[in-house]
Structures are given as C-alpha cells and as structure tokens.
C-alpha cells in the first residue's frame, strides 16, 4: 500500500510540475492525485473498523483543509472587492519611482514585515494583487512573485502568528513571542536578502506599469470610495490574527466575519446607486471573479499530503532521520527541505509529537531552528507553501518555470539563514 500510494503521489506531482507540455490542467492532476491517494489508502484496509478509522481520519483532515480554503476564499474575495474598487491606486499612486530594483526592495521588505503581522498567505494573495497593478511585464512580474513568496514566507517565519507552523509551535507552548522575534529576525532576513541579491541583477531599466483600463475620470468609484474600501479591507485583514487570540477560534472565521463586514460596508456605500453599479462593486461580483480552479488544486494538493501523514509515511520517515542520522541541525534542516514537497504542517505535527518538552523545552534550540527551517524552506519549490500555491494560481506560474528562475536562489537563501542562525544561537 505504502508504496503504491507514494508511485500515485510522485505521479501526480510529475503531472503538476509538467502541466503545460502535457497540456493537463495542474487544478486535475492534484484532485485525482489526493482522491486516488486516499482511494488507496481505505481500499488496502482488510477490516470494516480499519475503515470507519480511514473515514474518520479523512474527516479529520477534512476540517483543517476546509479551514485553509475558506482562509483563501475570505482573503481572495476581499482582495478582489478592494481591487474592484481601484483600491490599491492607495498605494502604486505613492510609488514613484520606476527603477525596478528600487521596485523589488519595496515589494520584498514591505511583504516581508505585513506577513509578520498578518500571515504570509495572506501577505502573497494582497501582495501579488500589489504587484499586477505595477509590473507590466510578465517576466518581471513573476520575479516579483517569486520574490513576494520567499519574503513572505521569511517573514512569517519569526512571527508566532505569521506562519501555521510557528504558530503551532507556539500554541503547544514550545516557544515564546519575544525569543522567536529575537532570534529568528535575522536569519529570516538573511534568507529574504540572499534570493534578491540572485534576483536583482535580472531586473534592469526603467518599469512600465500596466495601462490603466479606465482614466481617473472614468473610474466607477470615487477616492472616498476606494479608500473606504481599501483602508476597511486591509484593517479586517491586519485584526484577523486579534481575533484568534482573543476569540480562539480558527483564523477562517475571523476572515469570514470581515467579509461579511465588508459587504455591509460597501452595501451602504453604493446604496444610492442603480442595480447594475452596484452589481460591479458587490461581495457577489467578487466572488465570480475568485480563480476557483486555484482553490481546487489546493485542495487535491493538501488532499494528497493529508494521506502520507494518515498512513505514517511521514512519521516513519521522520523516525527514520532520527535513527539514521541522528544530529539535530542536520535533521532540522533536512525537514525544511522536505517541506518544499509537502506540506510543513504534518512534518511540524510529527516533530511536536516526536520530541516532547520533556526533551527539549521551551524555546529550546531545536524548537527556534524548527520554526526557521519550516517556516521558510517552503519556498524552494513553488508548491512547498500555501502562499507559493496561492500565488501560483492566482499568476499562473508554471512549476518549472519557478524552479529554473527561483528555487535556487531560495535554496541559497535558506541554507545562508540556517547558518546565520547556527552562528548566533
């Protein structure tokens, strides 16, 4: 069983990463993928109890990838609501200058401290829509997606609520607020600064941004309206993680509760206005206009991932690196490149659950390193974070083509990182 459902899932990212000359939505190769996975997996149990346990454990999964997509969707819907109403004018019009390495320093840093505070899930979906408005060439605009991707996961890295492995770390009580920010700032820094120094050499001359679809005097809505809009929508956005310290309930709700807010905003707004105008401008509208397929493939993506954890394979392996290599900078390392394939968020299950605080404490070395390694080497392959899967379906970055133009330099960025952060603790 063990094997077969590792030959579907290599299978099923060969068709991901190769989905343009095979012509193959990547949205279909990861839905068959986690479907067939999961098919397996309750197929191979010889006993009726061992599958009511695969059903339960599907249900299980279920919840928490149903929270991810309904995170997704709420931060989508009010990406595209602010983006509807010309919001982000707000900012590009601040933006002078038309140097595109000062453009990509201004896009990576400001991504890189919003996903501290926000998350970088979040962070990518605001960050890439910032960028459309003012990169018009493609090729530059996917290097700036790249480099959104590694700084917001860089930046969530030392944040307890910029990243869902640091934050797990912190709700199991492995680390504190304070000494997460303290040691893992620089090497997060390091790990965003080395992919730009790669990068910046490949920017030159003077950014053309894209063509405005309709002159100022023609917009549908006027800058009172735009700056509501913008400045409610990113304040929903920036409580999110408020309310999930005081509530305690699942970031998703407290991104549903803004949309929800948002929409009544923005009813009162344009109330004075007819049908059709208000139609344009609607929570409704917006919605339509979410990448659903996106939200599919993050689904299939998860899906997949979900059964190597269900069926031990990650814990297995992850009790192999123990046995096997046994040094604790080499296996925390090893788990950040592995989360470049799946997802962070089992292997950082499997590790709080292999070494207990009675082994190492709070804030621990091993702890701080393991929110470091995580938290960021997600971004040396496109589909390692939820914000580079964000991304990619939002820009339709190709996998290979994230791998040529960007996995190096994040690969070169981590490690460089993980050293700073060997050298200072």
Not at 60 to 74: N, P
Not at 321 to 342: F, K, Q, R
Not at 399 to 422: D, E, H, R
């Amino acid at each position: 069983m063990t094997v077969l459902i590792l030959v579907v899932f290599a299978l099923g990212y060969f068709a991901i990463a190769f989905e343009h000359p095979l012509k193959v939505n990547k949205s279909a190769s990861a839905l068959i993928t986690g479907v067939l996975c999961w098919t397996i997996y309750i197929l191979f149990q010889e006993t009726e109890a061992g599958k009511i346990s695969v059903d339960a454990q599907l249900d299980h999964h279920i919840s928490g990838i149903a929270a991810i997509l309904f995170f997704l969707l709420g931060a989508m819907t009010i990406v595209e609501l602010i983006d509807s109403h010309d919001g982000f004018d707000v900012i590009t019009r601040r933006i002078k200058t038309t140097d595109k390495r000062k453009l990509a320093l201004i896009v990576s840093f400001t991504a890189f401290f919003l996903s501290a505070v926000l998350d970088n899930l979040t962070t990518a979906i605001v960050m890439v829509a910032l960028v459309s408005k003012l990169i018009g060439d493609r090729n530059d605009r996917l290097l700036f997606c790249g480099l959104v991707i590694i700084a917001a996961n860089a930046g969530g890295a030392w944040s307890p609520i910029g990243d869902v492995t640091t934050t797990m770390l912190w709700i199991a009580e492995r680390i504190t607020t304070a000494n997460i920010i303290l040691k893992l700032i620089l090497p997060s820094l390091v790990c965003m600064l080395v992919p730009l120094l790669f990068i910046l050499p490949r920017l030159k001359g003077a950014n053309v941004r894209p063509k405005e679809e309709e002159p100022e005097n023609d917009k549908k809505t006027s800058a009172r309206e735009r700056n509501i809009v913008f400045f409610s929508g990113m304040t929903i956005m920036l409580l999110v993680p408020v309310f999930k310290t005081v509530t305690h309930l699942e970031p998703y709700m407290g991104m549903l509760l803004g949309v929800g807010i948002l929409w009544v905003i923005t009813e009162i707004v344009h109330k004075k206005k007819n049908d059709e105008e208000k139609h344009a401008l609607s929570v409704a509208h917006a919605l339509r206009r979410i990448d659903t397929p996106s939200v599919l493939f993050f689904f299939g993506i998860l899906a997949a991932v979900s059964v190597l954890e269900s069926a031990g394979i990650l814990g297995r392996f992850s009790l192999w690196m123990d046995d096997t290599i046994g040094n604790i900078d080499v296996i925390t390392i090893s788990t950040g490149l592995a989360s470049a394939v799946v997802d962070n968020v089992p292997l950082m299950a499997a590790a709080i659950g292999m070494y207990p605080l009675e082994q190492f404490a709070t804030d621990h070395y091993f702890w701080e390193f393991m929110a470091y390694c995580a938290g960021t080497g997600g971004s040396i392959l496109i589909i390692g974070s939820a914000a580079g899967v964000a991304v990619m379906g939002i820009e339709k970055i190709s996998f290979l083509w994230y791998l040529k133009k960007i996995s190096l330099p994040a690969l070169a960025g981590y490690l460089a990182g993980a050293f700073v952060y060997m050298a200072i603790a």
